[in-house]
Structure formats: structure tokens, C-alpha cells
């Protein structure tokens, strides 16, 4: 932790340490309340978290996962007019957490932290079109149990199906079939909590290799 520390302060050319704080997020806890202006900049050093978006008509979509390390909150920072996307921890989550209104004008004149950052999100747009291109080209099967491998806690799947069908691009019930699928192939058992992953090495075979049309 301590080591990860001084890589974190490393980044900036002021000491950052003085605004800075350790905070830890529980599964299923906001990291970053919709619509709310961020009080911190996270700097996540453990974990995972999903981005989403609720909608007017009270429907939520998720947008992305966020694993660690990640900033989570530099858009809002970059843009003190923008209020914020909601971020929720999926697994347990540790962040440096830097108090943004102590240290706005050190951060936005750092230009060692904004080179930091802008290399940090030239990597997240080369992520993301990766992923786009993924959705393209490989089949539900593989896109599912990597979604599955990516957003279960402790061996259990519980992410809502509506939310899943629509950021994978699929109708609700082919995501039902694939996963009706797993379930009779041995890989996954259903519970009433979620899905328990019976066979993880099948479950990560199938995410390398399955490729084709949806």
C-alpha cells in the first residue's frame, strides 16, 4: 500500500499527500452519486466499478467497467460545469481519494499530472474502441462470459439482465438463451441470488476463443 502511495503522489509535481485521503467502497456502493459534482478525484488502486447513466424515463444504461488503476471523476474535473455519471463499486474497491475543492487550481496547473492524464485518457479511448470492435466480432457466447468474468464477485453473476442484453447490443431473450446455455453445459449453476460459476476454465476458454457471428 505504501509503495502504491508513492507511485500515486509520483504523478503530480506538488505534494499532493496533504489532500489526499484513503477511502474504500463496498459492492454495490456509490462511488460517484449521479448528477452530484464530485467533492474528490479518485485515483482507484484495487477494484472494480461499473459507469451508468439513469435516463429521464427512470431507465438506467451502463456505459462502461472501470478496473483498477483508473482515475474515476477527471471529466468533472476538466469541466467544473459537468455533474457527474453514476460510478458503483462492483467488487471491493480501494481509492486515493483527492479533495478537489482544496487543490483545483494546483491540479489544473500541473502540467506534469495533465500530461499524466491525458496519456491516461488516450488509453482509455484506445480501450474503449477495442471493446467496440469486440462487440463486432466475436460471437454472444464469448462476450458474455467475458462480461461474466469481469463483473462477478467471490463465483456469483447478478447483474440485472435488461441492463446486460442492452450494453451488449442483444434482445433480452438471446442473452437469456446463452446464459440457459451455460447453465446446461455445466458452467454456470442458477441460484436465487444470481449465477454461480461452476467451471471457470471453460467459462475464460470460451471468452478467448469464441469467435464468429452474434
Not at 100 to 120: A, N, P
Request: proline residues 1%; aromatic residues 12%.
Amino acid at each position: 500500500m505504501k509503495d502504491s502511495f508513492f507511485a500515486f503522489t509520483d504523478i503530480f509535481e506538488f505534494d499532493v499527500s496533504k489532500y489526499t485521503c484513503f477511502m474504500r467502497f463496498e459492492p454495490g456502493e456509490d462511488i460517484l452519486k449521479e448528477g452530484d459534482q464530485p467533492l474528490y478525484l479518485y485515483y482507484l488502486i484495487n477494484g472494480r466499478a461499473k459507469l451508468y447513466l439513469t435516463h429521464e424515463n427512470g431507465k438506467a444504461t451502463l456505459i462502461n467497467f472501470l478496473s483498477a488503476p483508473c482515475f474515476i471523476g477527471e471529466m468533472e474535473l476538466l469541466d467544473e460545469k459537468k455533474r457527474s455519471d453514476g460510478v458503483r463499486a462492483v467488487s471491493v474497491c480501494e481509492c486515493y481519494a483527492v479533495k478537489v475543492s482544496e487543490c483545483r487550481e494546483k491540479l489544473l496547473h500541473d502540467t506534469k499530472f495533465l500530461r499524466y492524464l491525458c496519456e491516461f485518457l488516450s488509453r482509455k479511448a484506445v480501450g474503449n474502441t477495442s471493446n467496440y470492435s469486440r462487440n463486432q466480432s466475436y460471437t454472444l457466447k464469448s462476450r458474455l462470459a467475458s462480461f461474466i468474468l469481469e463483473t462477478s464477485v467471490n463465483g456469483m453473476y447478478r447483474e440485472q439482465h435488461t441492463e446486460v442484453a442492452e450494453y451488449l447490443g442483444v434482445t433480452y431473450r438471446h442473452l437469456l438463451y446463452v446464459l440457459a446455455e451455460f447453465v446446461k453445459e455445466g458452467v454456470l449453476e442458477r441460484t436465487r441470488s444470481g449465477y454461480k460459476i461452476i467451471d471457470l476454465e471453460r467459462l475464460r476458454d470460451i471468452d478467448n476463443h469464441t469467435v464468429g457471428k452474434n
